[in-house]
């Protein structure tokens, strides 16, 4: 199977060969032309010396003597005056000498026109070529002689005419080799000029080709390290097309790519926060059961009052880290239960009043003012709407300095219903930022680092978002609603 590249070098080899054979032809048809007209010539030139050989002997054979008269003249004049473009006369077989001359159309007479000069001079080489071959003339036999001009080529012929005399005669004829030089026929002009097009195109298709398959095995190894590398257009419109394709068909690939990585990435942290769900709940349930049994007897010995004062402070202590153990066995069986109850419509302007007020007494201890502003409702489950903003509460008091204020934003945006918690504590350091979703990360040194991830979890089982934003200074954690069908 041939390629394009091979097709077009046999095109541009077929166009090469066409040029020389046709140029071979030409060259052919031309000389053949040219001896066909010499032939002729040589044939009217013998015709026509015949003819006044014959003019002059019909006149009786005293006719043919040295001295031409007035009629024989006129009867000259006559015969040569019928043959366009010829010349003729009469000479001395001895000598060569030029007895009489007559021609048609050199040396026409300016006030006679058409008419044919008695007076006909010939040129030096053509009366050199006359007296030769008037002196060469045999009864019997024709002299003939060829004189080559820059323009044409002059044929002579003699023929004896009695003892004395010689009939001559003179044919011109213009050929293709007496053409001036750089005069070319137009047919062998245009034929080169539509074989060298011919030559020029076939070249440049094969550049174009042979440059834009390049660009095309580059573009494809630099797809192959990154599929959204741009792809040159080559000239060729045919290969620019499937650069253009070749280049889409990347764009495709390359978002396929990443929309498969995201789902992967996705299922990647839904099965392993779906596996540490489980593991969690089950931990939750052995851990729960022995830390209630912790306390109680703690609790019982601390009522005793037969602990000294050192005993009293540890078992105090003992209390406080049951109490966050068991804060944290909720935190992990909250995350396994996060399918909650069904959505309804919630004001949540009146909710953000409800849960400042559960917090307001927190917030006065820590120094930080609590404000709601804007309205707005949306679908969703109410308690895990209410525990998310409980969460976002207490984390923005304990982060908010003393005299600042904290805000709860409703709004509507865009169709979308959201509430955010906004305060002036410092944020989660920018390097940081990426595990702040992420199960038991937390900035704080008695955290449990499970608040947020179980708030963002609970959230998105009902279609809702938890987003992070730091703007002027301001935390503002965001939960957004789908917007209204």
């Given at each position: ?98 007895v009489a001359s007559a021609s048609r159309p050199w040396a026409v007479d300016a006030r006679k026109p058409g008419r044919v000069s008695e007076q006909h001079v010939l040129a030096p080489d053509l009366r050199e070529a006359v007296e030769r071959i008037c002196r060469e003339a045999k ?237 707005a409702s949306a679908m969703t489950d109410r308690d895990v709407l209410a525990a998310a903003l409980d969460n976002l509460l207490r984390n923005a008091i304990e982060a908010s300095p003393r005299g600042s204020e904290i805000v709860i934003r409703v709004g509507d945006v865009d169709g ?70």
């Open positions: 199977m041939m390629s394009l590249r091979q097709r077009l070098v046999l095109v541009l080899v077929l166009g090469l060969s066409t040029l020389v054979i046709a140029l071979v032809a030409i060259g052919h048809v031309f000389i053949s032309a040219d001896d066909a007209r010499e032939r002729a010539a040589e044939a009217n030139a013998e015709v026509g010396a015949q003819t006044l050989v014959d003019a002059l002997l019909a006149r009786g054979p005293g006719a043919a003597a040295a001295e031409i008269d007035l009629e024989q003249r006129r009867a000259l004049r006559s015969i040569v005056g019928s043959n366009a473009g010829g010349a003729g006369g009469y000479c001395l077989r001895d000598k060569g000498e030029i009864p019997g036999d024709t002299a003939q002689a060829r004189v080559d001009h820059p323009r044409d080529l002059a044929i002579l012929a003699a023929i004896p005419a009695g003892d004395r005399l010689a009939a001559w005669f003179i044919t011109r004829v213009r050929t293709q080799s007496g053409r001036e030089v750089g005069s070319w026929p137009i047919e062998i002009v245009a034929l080169a000029v539509a074989a060298l097009a011919l030559v020029g195109v076939a070249a440049d298709a094969m550049l174009a080709l042979r440059r834009g398959a390049a660009d095309l095995r580059t573009a494809l190894v630099q797809l192959e390290g990154d599929l959204r590398a741009p792809v040159p257009r080559p000239r060729a419109r045919e290969l620019r097309e499937i650069a253009a394709g070749l280049e889409t068909m990347a764009a495709h690939l390359a978002d396929a790519r990443d929309r498969e990585r995201a789902l992967e990435a996705t299922l990647s942290r839904d099965q392993r926060l779906a596996a540490l769900g489980r593991v969690a709940a089950g931990v939750a349930h052995e851990v729960r059961n022995p830390l209630a049994g912790m306390k109680l007897r703690l609790d019982l010995l601390k009522r005793s009052g037969e602990l000294g004062v050192e005993s009293d402070e540890d078992v105090a202590a003992c209390l406080g880290e049951i109490d966050r153990l068991n804060r944290l066995v909720e935190s992990l069986l909250s995350a396994s239960r996060t399918k909650g109850g069904e959505a309804h419509a919630v004001d949540l302007a009146a909710l953000g009043d409800e849960r400042i007020a559960r917090a307001a007494l927190v917030a006065d201890a820590a120094g930080v003012r609590l404000r709601r502003e804007g309205t979308a219903p959201s509430i955010a918690v906004d305060d002036a504590g410092p944020g989660i350091p920018e390097e940081r930022r990426a595990e702040l979703f992420e199960p038991f990360f937390t900035t704080k040194p008695e955290g449990t680092g499970l608040g947020l991830w179980i708030s963002r979890l609970l959230l998105e089982g009902k279609g809702a978002s938890l987003g992070y934003a730091r703007e002027d200074g301001r935390t503002r954690m965001t939960i957004r609603f789908a917007a209204a069908g």
